[in-house]
């Protein structure tokens, strides 16, 4: 399958218009001076992924949230290619099972105390509770085996899970592995770099839900949970809290970067059909 360009080459009107960063991101994909190019279905998913990872990097804020732009840009010029969210070829995944309610799939946590927090965060936000419940899961999966005093010290204002506070390769860090700037140490293709804070732009959002005047810490269970439900909201773009598949693929595929890959550990899914099976 290819995929057609519109008409769009550099130097018209079209490209005049787009920022530098934009420009040198399109040029990426036409080093023959073409720009476009017709493009097949698997040079599509790397485009989403490598734009995605320049957004992240650059800290590109769109309409929708940071990774708004290129994705964007990308369908304004492959408008019947980028429609969607790119996604795994389709194959066998495994049943559906671990637990009931909002842990069908990832099984019910230790503690009674970590189910009302997530349920908090996620009506504040109008995320379902199910697909927060996962991001929770994939991201922190440690805090299932916490037991219910873990979880009330770890949630208190200004107390810290010790499990993921500090950063990993990419500079990822806590319960929900939010990056909070500095340099990725062990990171793929973005070894090196120097990663934006996303943790800022969701930092407060535990006040903002609930009137309150915490001092919002990235190791807060907490804290962590209730930002990653108005990341999860804001990049599925979804109104309300009945969400589509596509809701939450964009909310997936905004949170991790992809959902093409699929993950023994899920089950052989991708992160993103991972929240769809655990909430539908």
């Keep these: 399958m290819t995929i057609q360009p519109k008409k769009f080459i550099p ?8 920022t530098s960063d934009e420009k040198g991101f399109l040029r990426s994909f036409c080093p023959e001076g073409l720009c476009p190019r017709e493009i097949n279905e698997k040079e599509k998913n790397q485009y989403m992924i490598d734009g995605r990872n320049k957004e992240e990097k650059l800290g590109y804020q769109g309409v929708g949230g940071a990774r708004e ?10 408008p019947e290619g980028f429609t969607a969210i790119p996604r795994p070829i389709e194959g066998p995944r495994a049943p559906v099972t671990g637990g009931a309610g909002i842990f069908k799939l990832t099984g019910e946590p230790t503690s009674k105390k970590l189910e009302p927090i997530i349920r908090g965060a996620a009506r504040a936000f109008e995320v379902p509770p199910e697909i927060l419940a996962g991001v929770a899961w994939i991201e922190g999966g440690h805090m299932w085996n916490f037991n219910d005093n873990e979880v009330e010290s770890y ?10 506070c500090a950063a990993n390769g990419c500079g990822a860090r806590g319960p929900m592995q939010f990056l909070n700037d500095g340099i990725a140490t062990s990171c793929e293709a973005l070894t090196g770099e120097v990663m934006p804070d996303v943790w ?3 930092a407060n959002a535990v006040n903002e839900a609930t009137s309150g005047s915490r001092t919002p810490d990235i190791c807060n269970i907490t804290d962590s949970i209730y930002a990653a439900a108005k990341k999860l909201k804001s990049d599925s773009r979804a109104t309300g809290a009945n969400w589509t598949e596509e809701d939450v693929f964009r909310a997936g595929s905004g949170y991790y970067g992809s959902c093409v890959t699929r993950f023994d550990r899920l089950g052989n899914r991708s992160y993103c059909e ?3 099976d655990n909430y539908r």
Aim: glycine share 14%; hydrophobic share 35%.
């Design 274 to 276: 991972f929240l769809w």
């Design 155 to 164: 949630s208190a204002p200004g107390a810290q899970d010790p499990v993921h």
């Design 200 to 202: 800022r732009g969701y």
């Design 69 to 78: 732009g290129y994705s964007t840009l990308l369908a304004s010029i492959y």
């Design 11 to 18: 130097g018209e009107s079209g490209f005049a218009n787009q």
